[in-house]
C-alpha cells in the first residue's frame, strides 16, 4: 500500500512559479514510476509529467515542456513538479501518482487526494 500527500498548491499570478511536492508512505519508494496530472473543471484529468523509477527519463505533455519539471528524491520517498511561467489555463487539480507498471503503460496504482494550483491574469 502507499499513501500519497501533495502539497505546494495555491494562488498565483500568471509568470509565477509554484513547487508542488507529492511525499510518499512506501516501501520500495525507487521501484514506482511517478507522475503528475491536473483536471481542471469540466475536463478530463490529463497527465503532465511522469518520471522513471532511478529518474533518468521523463515523459513531459506538450503543454508542460520547458515549463514544468519533474524531479524525485528517493532518499526523501518524495518528488516535485516545479511549474514556472504559470499561465491561467494552467489552473487545476494537481494530483500525483505511483505505479509500479507505470512507466510506458499508464497503469496507476495509487493517487493522492490533490492539490489547487489557481493562476490570475
Known amino acids: 500500500q502507499v499513501q500519497l500527500v501533495e502539497s505546494g498548491g495555491g494562488l498565483v499570478q500568471a509568470g509565477d512559479s509554484l513547487r508542488l511536492s507529492c511525499a510518499a508512505a512506501?516501501?520500495?519508494?525507487?521501484?514506482?514510476?511517478l507522475g503528475w496530472f491536473r483536471q481542471a473543471p469540466g475536463k478530463e484529468r490529463e497527465v503532465v509529467a511522469v518520471?522513471?523509477?532511478?529518474?533518468?527519463?521523463?515523459y513531459y505533455r506538450d503543454h508542460a515542456k520547458g515549463r514544468f519539471t519533474i524531479s524525485r528524491d528517493n532518499a526523501k520517498n518524495t518528488f516535485y513538479l516545479q511549474m514556472n511561467n504559470l499561465k491561467p489555463v494552467d489552473a487545476a487539480l494537481y494530483y500525483c501518482?505511483?505505479?509500479?507498471?507505470?512507466w510506458g503503460t499508464g497503469r496507476w496504482d495509487y493517487w493522492g487526494q490533490g492539490t489547487q494550483v489557481t493562476v490570475s491574469s
Open positions: 518520471i522513471n523509477w532511478t529518474g533518468d527519463d521523463t
Open positions: 512506501a516501501r520500495d519508494f525507487d521501484r514506482y514510476a
Open positions: 501518482a505511483a505505479g509500479l507498471q507505470a
